[in-house]
């Protein structure tokens, strides 16, 4: 009888450790680098639609991280999604939060978010063409980064990943080290 309690403690603890083991396993999380805001009050956006944005972007990335158990690739996406929700909106406390949790090797907290992701990159994309006929570089270069994140969310939307694909032919890949990883102004 002795032998069977040991046997079973012995399982017992093996299997706790097991867990605890997945459940610590860290992963490396490269937080962009943001010190001011790429984008002025001359954006074509209202604050609180930045900050609404920003809130969405910041959720979109934490449900992507936690589907793909914290893939590299997802770390990736996520990285630029909270760097452009950062500068939509620098205090967003959702962003903030993310970013803090993933900094630390943890899955962030699983939040509902307003859209489903083919609903959001519809919306981004919408978004995008208003920004694209408004002019402007700032509100260009969102609208070509909104239309990058909508085609990763949504490779489905034929329309979406067109007007990406497009952008790419005509401009180039996005470089998104300009809102991730910002080169110092020098004096």
């Known amino acids: 009888m002795k032998g069977i309690w040991q046997a079973a403690t012995l399982l017992s603890l093996g299997l706790a450790m097991a867990h605890a083991a997945e459940e610590t396993k860290k992963f490396v999380w490269h937080a962009p680098k943001i010190t001011q805001s790429v984008f002025t009050p001359e954006l ?77 990159a519809r919306l981004l994309f919408s978004r995008s063409q208003i920004l694209d006929k408004q ?15 909508a085609a990763a969310m949504d490779p489905r939307n034929e329309d979406v990943v067109y007007a990406s694909e497009v952008h790419r032919l005509d401009h180039g890949d996005f470089d998104w080290s300009a809102i991730t990883d910002p080169k110092p102004k020098n004096p």
């Open 135 to 149: 002019g402007g570089a700032q509100n260009t270069q969102l609208s070509r980064m909104f239309v990058q994140v």
């Open 44 to 120: 074509g956006m209202l604050d609180a639609e930045r900050e609404e944005y920003a809130t969405n972007l910041a959720n979109h990335a934490a449900s992507q991280v936690i589907a793909a158990k914290a893939a590299p690739a997802s770390l990736e996406e996520a990285r630029r999604m909270l760097a452009l929700a950062l500068h939509l909106s620098p205090r967003n406390k959702r962003a903030l939060v993310v970013g803090f949790q993933l900094s630390r090797g943890m899955m962030p907290e699983l939040a509902e978010g307003n859209y489903s992701p083919q609903a959001f």
